[in-house]
């Protein structure tokens, strides 16, 4: 168990990573021109709040022996292809806001968000090109596979709006490509550029996507039994009909017309609003939370698992913290 | 001068890197899943014609020494960034048609077409990093220039839409990256993969952006002054009001009524379709054509002139046969 001292080291080496990635983040598309071009990408990575993926890229650098520094452009393409994917995201899905602003084609338009976010994506590259050598290439590669899965990802994702038969071992393969690669690739890539061993670049590769699925799972619980903050409510999943852990374990779980009901939320696009309160009590009395929990138990065990393979002690204790800083929503 | 026989010898030689290439970049996306992400992306590659791209990447890495199949990766990661372009820009130019198929975005939907150019892009840097050694490195940093360029080219063009005052200096530039940069980069990473010199990389990827200088103001000039084929209306530039080396041109020509005439073709979006034979008229009175005319020779000259720094006579012949296969839109 980490004491507090140990949190306030972490939790302050963590803000100091977050702060000095922040800046350049932002600082990437700016001085480029044209300026119709990048200004709206510089509105996409400003307001980026905790920056998780860049700094989950330094300190597996450090994590290795490596220098945070060595990772900085590397971490800065992680972000910057992070970004990349809400501006698409948010046009697929429609979606108006963002962080508490308008998404970038609401404030622009779809035109411009689509080559925005192209724009952003190149300029990634550039970035991550920028690292040298033989450790430069093969980080490369895997920021590129990073790339390639999530929009797998994206596409499995939309593949299951329209299907009615997807289980739950689909659901976590979906969300490995979705949400957990581009974690798994931030730790690769880091682990890489630092010169870590070929076993602990795939220790921290797996501990990026156990931990990516267990965040996942736990954004899922979270959009039903959690509290209702950043002005998201309660149930937005639900009132979607996304196919999420939840809604896929109640499947599972269900018989006769409760199944019937969930069927038709799943199929049918949805619940309303006035429903919810009941689902989410069908939801317990099926056990359904208790089945997230455990998963996400799961895969945080299994992330942890996977330090023991990190010859240095702070890296598996930096690591081993981040893993609690992120799930603790309440943090 | 190239004899017949050397036409003929090019032709044929373009036609069995045209054949190996074809079948390769189709393949690229088959046997990938998902496959609603991946049989979109088949569908945007295929029917390609001429497969300009990949040809000269091959051709290049030829032109310096090297063998054509090691550029195999590269031309194909070429071309599907090209093909990737389209998807895109044909969402933002709202575009119905392409190579007489309906565009992904009509054939499916503006969602899947975003993702599944995204998709594209990434598959195409997956082929570009199969590219190893030092040799990989560089020419993955000009294949990315490349992307950067034709991004910050369609925010030109896009921008330019909106603006009254667009000079035929800064539509050079504009179409230097939108369409020049690619076949640049073509040149570029063809020839550093087969192994030439500085001077001969520089001097292809010279020969590629005035090459491709020269291409777009002829397509420009044929918009307007060529014959009617493959479907495309004569003058559909014009009806846009796009700000084509023609338009900006005569509106440099033109002076009184004739240059409020065409200003209010180039500020309120186009002209009607009967008043194209006038303007066509009023440009012929202006010299329009001639000066297009004498743009396309002169940077075909700077296209051709930079070849003298490639050692090969093989390379040098290619290359400007090459030239005059792309310019003669008849053949």
Known sequence: MPTSTDVAAFDRRYERLR?????????????RKPVSLYEPAVYAMKGGGKRVRPVVTLLAAEAVGGRAEDATDAAIALEALHNFTLVHDDI????????????VHKKYDVATAVLVGDAMLAV?????????????????????RGLVEVCEGQGLD???????????????????????????????????????????????????????????????YLDLF???????????????????????SALKRAAGSDKKRLERIAHKGGAAKKDIPA?????ESLGVPEDAGRAVRRYTNKALASLDALSREDGR???AQLANRLLDRNA
Chains 1, 2 share one sequence.
């Open 158 to 220: 939309k593949e299951f709006e329209t299907r009615d038969d997807v289980t739950l071992r689909e659901y976590i393969g979906m969300i490995g490509k979705k949400t957990a690669a581009l974690l798994e690739a931030c730790c690769r890539v880091g682990a890489i550029i630092g010169g870590g061993t070929d076993g602990e670049v795939e220790a921290l590769a797996d501990y990026g996507v156990n931990l990516g699925l267990a965040f996942q799972i736990q954004d899922d």
């Open 124 to 144: 990634s590259y550039e970035f991550m090109l920028r690292v040298e050598g033989e450790r430069g290439a093969r980080a490369a590669r895997a920021f590129n």
């Open 279 to 283: 689902i989410r009590k069908l939801y």
């Open 19 to 31: 702060k000095s990635i922040d800046a350049k983040a932002t600082a990437a598309y700016r001085r």
């Open 226 to 248: 959690g509290d209702e903050k950043f002005g998201k409510p309660i149930g937005g999943d639900l009132r979607e009909g996304k196919k999420t852990y939840l809604l896929l």
């Open 317 to 319: 204790e930096n690591f």
């Open 92 to 103: 697929m899905d429609n979606s108006a806001m963002r962080r508490g602003v308008p998404t």
